[in-house]
């Protein structure tokens, strides 16, 4: 099971609604090489999330699209495809600021694991429509039909201490809420 690193947030040049893609490519590549001057063993691959951070949400970022590469970051970040999604969301939020996040893949003995590159990829892009159903991705979108009240999902109201552990338990809980919650007792 590779243990996939997240590297140095790029920040994105935009004019226009236009992304530099020379600019955004040389940023990709100095991140990958400050990566490996701190000897942190990657590859260039893995899964990339374009996020945006917005002024008039108060700095809230979030996310726009998600994708994946097994060639490389520098080529696959910067697609046709991938710049037409990212920049159609420009577009409609002219003062947000755009950043990158690369997911890179571990160095280990053989080839990159592209199973577990597809897996994160969906589970990234699950996520990303979670927190913002609007994401730029068309696969994995759709939201699951079942909640489960207090743990995974919607559902208002106060939290049972009980929903509260299995979150915890399963690590689903908000980083404020792990680790707070008292064992439920034994009837």
Not at 27 to 53: D, F, H, T
Not at 169 to 182: H, I, R, V
């Amino acid at each position: 099971m590779p243990e996939f690193r997240i590297l140095k947030p790029i920040h994105v040049t935009v004019e226009k609604s236009t992304i530099d893609i020379a600019k955004t490519r040389a940023a990709i590549s100095a991140a990958i090489n400050a990566a490996l001057k701190l000897k942190q063993k990657v590859r260039p691959v893995g899964c990339y999330i374009y996020v945006a951070k917005s002024l008039k949400r108060r700095g809230k970022v979030i996310p726009v699209y998600v994708g994946q590469t097994k060639k490389g970051f520098e080529t696959e970040c910067l697609t046709l495809d991938t710049r037409k999604k990212v920049e159609s969301y420009l577009k409609s939020h002219k003062n947000d600021e755009l950043f990158l996040y690369l997911v890179a893949h571990p160095v280990a003995k053989g080839e990159a694991n592209k199973t577990s590159i597809n897996e994160l990829e969906k589970f990234l892009i699950a996520r990303a429509a979670e927190v913002n159903p609007n994401v730029k991705n068309h696969q994995g979108t759709k939201p699951t039909p079942w909640s489960i009240h207090g743990v995974l999902g919607g559902g208002r109201g106060r939290r049972s201490e009980a929903a509260k552990q299995v979150a915890e338990m399963l690590n689903l809980a908000p980083p404020s809420e792990k680790k707070a919650t008292k064992p439920v007792p034994e009837e």
